[in-house]
């Protein structure tokens, strides 16, 4: 694992713990690395209403861009699960839209790390080129 990557766990382990799950009780912090080096953390918030929910991935990713950040490096996500969790559907769009083919690392209770890039996650990603070639189309 890149050494820039263990501060990126440990951030996200440090987010995990602001998490804020009272249904679920299901705790999970993320932590997203800039190209500058800069590190985001978000933690899942939890209400009645499960759908309106959102995720540590996508609250570290919103965080990001709305301080002007547009270029990353990697995330990393853990859990209260004892094996590693990976990023649900929506989360994966979002990090495939706004992120890009980033590596995805997935941290289990006992630290141990496993790394995939996004396309692994969500192979046959809808994106811009989708949204493109429809106006191509119809212009």
Partial sequence: MRPEYKDLVKK??????????PYSKFHV???LLTSRG??????NVEISTYALTICAERTAIFKAI???DRQFK????ISDDPGYTPPCGSCR???MDLAGNIDFLMVNGKGHVE?????ELLPHAFGKKNLERTKKKHR
């Fill in 115 to 119: 790394i995939l890039k996004m396309r």
């Fill in 74 to 77: 990697a995330i990393a996500v």
């Fill in 93 to 95: 769009q979002v990090l």
């Fill in 66 to 68: 709305s301080e002007g």
């Fill in 29 to 31: 912090g993320a932590a």
């Fill in 38 to 43: 800069k590190i985001y953390t978000g933690c």
């Fill in 12 to 21: 996200a382990q440090e987010a995990k713990k602001r998490a804020f799950a």
